[in-house]
């Protein structure tokens, strides 16, 4: 008879051992006496049936086939106690939350959201350069850089391309942004546990490699403000999450984007870990 595991920790197969940031987490969970393994979310061969619980951790791979991880996320969630729970999840794919938080007050990157071509035919860019991206997509795939001025027919060849998959947004391009980078605030079941500054092409490079240059700093209070509002505004109350901040180009932070479906947690030491794990406690089916 298998035996029974108290926590998958989902990977993919370029992690099938986990991306670094989590290594740290399995020593901490393993420490309140769980019996945990790292298993990769569409292998096909996995009993799920022997994971009370399954964690989302490097799951980097989801984005390249969404009809698949819909179909695996409606098989498991009958069957295993997922974290967050497949409600979150779902509600992440889409950026359109972003419209969410601005409906809310919450400061967000002004963005013209485009949903058929018709759109693109009668389109006005309001800004010097902008930047284009699927409305459903993780990290950069599918993000590109344009001057709206001289490279309009470019500009509108990528969107129709990206209209076939996904809704598109078109944002400003924050120069600003270059200059101070992203803040990341880390929250677990609430509570903030950390902040992170990182390059703007914090999305360039490894998994590793993105991790290894995050520095953790101490938020400012308009940033701590920020955060808390947003978790207020979520309708799902998540375990972890990573709220994504920028600065506008006139030095206020806006949300970039909200991460709870496979983000990097920067869990650079044990504090972190061990905050994580045991905020993780009360979740888990025993």
Not at 78 to 91: A, K, L
Not at 186 to 205: A, C, D, M, Q, V
Request: aromatic content about 10%; proline content about 5%.
């Amino acid at each position: 008879m298998a035996e029974s595991l108290d926590i998958g920790l989902l990977t993919c197969s370029d992690f099938p051992e986990l991306q670094s940031d989590f290594h740290l987490l399995k020593t901490e969970l393993e420490a309140q006496g769980l019996k945990v393994r790292p298993v990769i979310w569409n292998q096909m061969e996995v009993d799920w049936s022997n994971f009370k619980n399954l964690l989302f951790c490097s799951v980097w791979d989801y984005c390249s086939n969404y009809p698949l991880f819909h179909k695996w996320l409606a098989a498991r969630e009958v069957q295993c106690n997922i974290i967050n729970s497949p409600e979150i999840i779902r509600w992440n794919l889409n950026k359109s939350y972003l419209q969410h938080f601005e409906k809310n007050s919450i400061p967000v990157i002004p963005t013209h959201w485009i949903y058929e071509q018709n759109q693109v035919t009668y389109l006005n860019f309001d800004w010097q350069d902008v930047v284009v991206k699927p409305a459903i997509g993780a990290g950069s795939s599918g993000m590109k850089k344009f001057e709206s001025l001289r490279q309009t027919d470019k500009i509108k060849t990528h969107i129709n391309f990206l209209l076939e998959d996904s809704i598109v947004m078109v944002q400003p391009y924050l120069e600003s942004a270059d200059k101070f980078g992203e803040t990341a605030l880390i929250y677990f079941n609430g509570e903030l546990s950390h902040t992170t500054h990182r390059p703007l092409g914090g999305h360039k490079g490894t998994a590793d490699e993105r991790v290894e240059t995050a520095t953790h700093i101490e938020p400012s209070d308009e940033q701590i403000a920020l955060g808390k509002k947003v978790l207020e505004t979520i309708p799902h109350k998540p375990t972890y999450i990573r709220v994504d901040l920028l600065k506008d180009d006139s030095g206020k932070d806006v949300v970039l984007e909200v991460e709870m479906i496979e983000p990097s947690l920067f869990l650079k030491n044990s504090k972190t870990a061990s905050t994580y794990a045991k905020a993780l406690a009360g979740c888990l089916v025993k």
